[in-house]
Nanobody, 114 residues
Framework: VQLVESGGGLVEPGGALRLSCTAS????????MRWYRQAPEKDRELVASISSGDSSTNYADSVKGRFTISRDNAKNMVYLQMNSLKPEDTAVYYC????????WGQGTQVTVSS
């Protein structure tokens, strides 16, 4: 069982990145999927979530209107489209799958800096 995040990197303020989370060893279709982030010396923060049924979404106030979470159950993948990035979005971003069990990825670094 594995979750692997990709797509992180260095981007200037105002730029965009698309994070991907690829699941293996299980099927995400019955899992509630989330993206978290953790900045240095800060607690892990829930950024966005998407349900397993109707794919309803929720976002932290700090990213609402700028980030979009989506899922492709056929590809066993979840995405986080991040637009209008700000320096305060700098963090390690983690993918999380939760149902009867919970799985975490290893994280991908996003750095927003000029």
């Amino acid at each position: 069982v594995q979750l692997v995040e990709s797509g992180g990197g260095l981007v200037e303020p105002g730029g965009a990145l698309r994070l991907s989370c690829t699941a293996s060893g299980f099927t995400i279709s019955t899992y509630f999927m989330r993206w978290y982030r953790q900045a240095p010396e800060k607690d892990r923060e829930l950024v966005a979530s998407i349900s397993s049924g109707d794919s309803s979404t929720n976002y932290a106030d700090s990213v609402k209107g700028r980030f979009t979470i989506s899922r492709d159950n056929a590809k066993n993948m979840v995405y986080l489209q991040m637009n209008s990035l700000k320096p305060e979005d700098t963090a390690v971003y983690y993918c999380n799958a939760i149902s009867l069990k919970a799985y975490w990825g290893q994280g991908t670094q996003v750095t927003v800096s000029s």
